[in-house]
């Protein structure tokens, strides 16, 4: 999804016309616990302008940038604030995120921790995995729920994505399918499927079950219009600035915007849960299996 030139928005190339709304803030309500909650089951998401320290997330920023830096990610020269991309660069960092302290310092700990025990209710856990986007020019995400890719564990997970950086429309961001997290069939259906999981018993299991047999990427359509005018709401979004929070759960539809510019957008996805209920084993422990070979499992279909 990006601006286009007479200001309207596009998502994986097709324009949205006008039905792109504004996220609601919740931002108000930030101290009561039963509002956040409420809002949350009523939207699907809450998001939370200027939650977070403006000036740790820039920390956190120069210190990842400084990294792909040296790796050649982003164009000689280029500072922190220009992140100018690097030709060819696809946006993939293993293991960038789980080096960077003032990163780690952000997402785990402080007033991060202290919303979702404040929404759960009780002590919580986060994900190991920490899932940084370094989204090239002109890339984006097509439509999906995150529960195809976590469902292993515990449904009631909640996705952070915090913008490292000021994201206009230009750059890109997140948008989110209004209400679609109230669409049973669609949750029983798609969102009840596993990325990783292939048909043990058919006659392509082998090839499923290889390196090579990744089958699904785990989006829900290419066409993000068309899915809005099936579903019914708008695509909700944003101009966001560091220090930002939109936070969502397992089966909020939304997608990644595409980024319009030579630059390059990061943010950063992170996921939390009740530490009481068991999580998807892909994504914790020192080493994460995360997705591919090492996570597929075979069922009968």
């Known amino acids: 999804m990006s601006t286009m030139a007479d ?6 190339g097709v324009d949205l016309g006008d039905g792109v709304g504004a996220l609601r803030r919740s931002d108000d309500v930030v101290g009561d616990a039963a509002e956040l909650r409420r809002r949350l089951a009523a939207d699907g998401y809450l998001f939370l302008p200027g939650y977070l320290a403006r ?17 050649g990610r982003c164009e000689p020269g280029s500072g922190a604030d220009d ?32 919303l979702y025990e404040a929404v759960f209710g009780e002590a919580v856990r986060h994900f190991d995995y920490t899932w940084l986007r370094a989204v090239p020019p002109r890339s984006g995400t097509p439509p999906h729920m995150d529960s195809v890719f976590m469902n292993r564990g515990t449904l009631d997970l909640l996705t952070a994505w915090t913008p490292l950086g000021d994201i206009d429309r230009t750059l890109g961001g997140l948008a989110i399918l209004e ?7 669609l949750r029983a259906g798609y969102g009840s499927r596993d990325v990783d999981e292939f048909c043990s018993n058919g006659a392509s299991a082998e090839h499923d079950a290889s390196h090579e047999g990744l089958l699904w990427n785990g989006a829900l359509t290419d066409d993000p219009g068309q899915l809005r005018e099936r579903l019914g709401g708008r695509w909700l979004t944003a101009d966001f600035r560091a220090g930002d929070l939109l936070t969502f759960t397992l089966f909020t539809v939304h997608c990644g ?15 939390y849960q009740r530490a009481s209920q068991p999580a ?11 997705h591919g070979a090492r996570s597929k499992r075979g069922v009968i279909c």
Not at 86 to 111: E, I, K, Q
Not at 179 to 185: E, G, I
């Open 7 to 12: 200001g309207r928005i596009s998502a994986q």
């Open 55 to 71: 000036d740790e997330v820039l920390a956190a920023r120069h210190d990842l940038l400084a990294a792909l830096a040296r790796q």
């Open 83 to 114: 992140a100018i991309a690097a030709p060819g660069f696809d946006g993939f960092v293993p293991d960038v995120a789980a080096h960077s302290a003032p990163l780690l310092d952000l997402l785990y700990t402080g007033r991060m921790i202290e």
């Open 179 to 185: 209400r679609s997290h109230t669409h049973d069939d």
């Open 257 to 271: 915007l595409d980024n319009n510019t030579d630059r390059l957008r990061l943010s950063c996805d992170s996921r």
């Open 280 to 290: 998807d084993p892909r994504w914790i422990g020192a080493h994460p299996t995360a």
